[in-house]
């Protein structure tokens, strides 16, 4: 599972081993036992990854075969957008995305969001 964690400073992406549904559940019990709101919802996200990037991975090819959809931006980026679900606490920006793909594409995303964090001198 793929989960994307949407702050007032940025995004965090990660990967983890269990079910969506599994992970879902546990949340929402928590939720419900602390007495709070959960608003859930499917929903897209989308990554901004640099083209260079995409170009240089299988992401492409695989991306043919699930919910990930590849838009480009300008000749600089290519937007990756996810089908999945949405979880806020209310109404405010800031919530968990989290999506269930191949663990092949997961893992790739992963390593492209984590190159595109790291300072241009860093990059290959």
Request: cysteine-free; aromatic content about 4%.
């Amino acid at each position: 599972m793929l989960k994307i964690t949407y702050l007032e400073s940025g995004l965090y992406l990660e990967q983890l081993p269990e079910p969506m549904e599994d992970w879902l559940a546990l949340r929402m019990v928590l939720t419900l036992r602390m007495g709070q709101r959960l608003v859930v919802e499917p929903s897209t996200a989308s990554l901004l990854i640099p083209a260079a990037l995409i170009t240089r991975s299988r992401l492409a090819r695989l991306a043919h075969t699930t919910d990930v959809t590849l838009s480009p931006v300008d000749d600089a980026d290519v937007e990756v957008v996810l089908s999945g679900v949405w979880l806020a606490s209310g109404g405010n920006e800031e919530g968990v995305f989290v999506a269930m793909l191949h663990p092949a594409i997961e893992q790739m995303l992963l390593q492209l969001w984590q190159e595109a964090q790291l300072p241009t001198s860093m990059k290959r």
